[in-house]
């Protein structure tokens, strides 16, 4: 239907053409206000408390009711660096750096509403030889209408001193580093459905394993955030967590990177053997959208690119500034 364009305009009644009410699909007694949403929207007038005309801002509407669509988001923190190693020959391997905290939800988005990526987070800096730990990961970021919805970074691994048992780093979520240790028994990093802490380093044997990352099977994704590893000293370093997680140093070598765009801690550096050695850098941050390949809507920017998964179309964001219009 449609409002008349000349004539009286009432709020209630059950005139068609004439009654706000039966325009909006409302009973033609119900309660109505100027200042609902739904009336706002029908004259197009809709800054709260702004002042709506009777009957010129009615004249000629039609109401069209919102469509809202569900919008599968994927948000990872970048991931912490590698903790360092130094060249004292008593040294313990780096602690694995912690993966960023991954946040996913599904909310229900109007139509038209542009979903903006604003930050994809910074790789945490690998710690550097004879220096300290890696570096914390930077938040990324995901802004639509009035919500913001931060993933924070992962923290860098522990510096492997004689005294500091290069501690793997905690994930941006909550899951807890590895514990370093003076003989072959660090503890690996653990894992959660927001990320994985990075693995402890040894002061005498192989450093601990990464936690593993969640599976994010709707994103296409078969796991992502993993911790790194812990480096070792007269032995290999641990393994990188599922999901991206850098290896950790073996004795004599630096920590391996986290993958990039996966949010992952880097490893640690290996314990003293003929000089120090240094982490690795935390992974880069990353953002997924997914939708009903029916309900599908235009991305940009971002270093966007899309595929096919089951029923729905993924869109994968690897930098700052890109959009998605709901």
């Keep these: 239907m449609t409002l008349n364009t000349s004539g009286p305009i009432s709020l209630g009644g059950s005139t068609t053409g004439q009654s706000v009410n039966l325009e909006i699909g409302a009973n033609a007694n119900a309660t109505i206000s100027f200042n609902s ?26 109401y069209t009711p919102a469509v809202n669509i569900t919008v599968n988001y994927l948000l990872v923190g970048g991931g912490g660096g590698g903790g360092g190693s130094p060249t004292q020959s008593a040294a313990s391997g780096g602690g694995g750096g912690g993966s960023g905290q991954v946040l996913t939800a599904a909310p229900a988005i109007a139509k038209g509403t542009v979903i903006n990526i604003t930050t994809i987070g910074t790789a945490g800096i690998a710690g550097c030889p004879n220096t300290g730990p890696g570096g914390t990961g930077g938040s990324s970021v995901l802004t639509y209408g009035a919500n913001t919805i931060t993933a924070t970074g992962g923290l860098g691994g522990n510096y492997g001193t004689g005294t500091c048992l290069g501690n793997g780093g905690a994930s941006g979520g909550g899951a807890a580093g590895g514990t370093g240790s003076i003989g072959n028994t660090p503890t690996a990093g653990s894992s959660n459905s927001a990320g994985a802490g990075g693995g402890g380093g040894t002061k005498c044997g192989t450093g601990g394993a990464g936690g593993a990352g ?10 992502i955030a993993g911790g790194g590893a812990g480096g070792g000293r007269k032995q290999v370093g641990g393994t990188g967590g599922l999901g991206g997680g850098g290896n950790g140093g073996r004795s004599g070598f630096d920590g391996s990177p986290g993958s990039t765009n ?65």
Excluded at 43 to 61: D, E, L, Q, R, W
Excluded at 214 to 223: C, H, K, R, W
Excluded at 283 to 295: E, L, P, R, S
Aim: glycine share 26%; no cysteine; net charge positive.
């Design 37 to 62: 949403a739904t009336v706002r929207s029908l004259t197009g007038v809709t800054a709260n408390n702004s002042t709506i005309t009777m009957p010129t801002n009615f004249y000629g509407k039609s």
């Design 214 to 223: 969640p599976a994010e099977t709707l994103f296409g994704v078969s796991n």
């Design 262 to 326: 996966t949010g992952s801690g880097g490893g640690g550096g290996g314990g003293a053997s003929g000089g120090a050695h240094g982490g690795g850098a935390g992974g880069t941050g990353v953002a997924y959208i997914a939708v009903a390949t029916a309900n599908i809507g235009t991305a940009a920017g971002g270093g966007v690119t899309s595929s096919v998964v089951g029923a729905n179309t993924v869109f994968k964001f690897i930098s700052s500034g890109g959009t998605y219009t709901v």
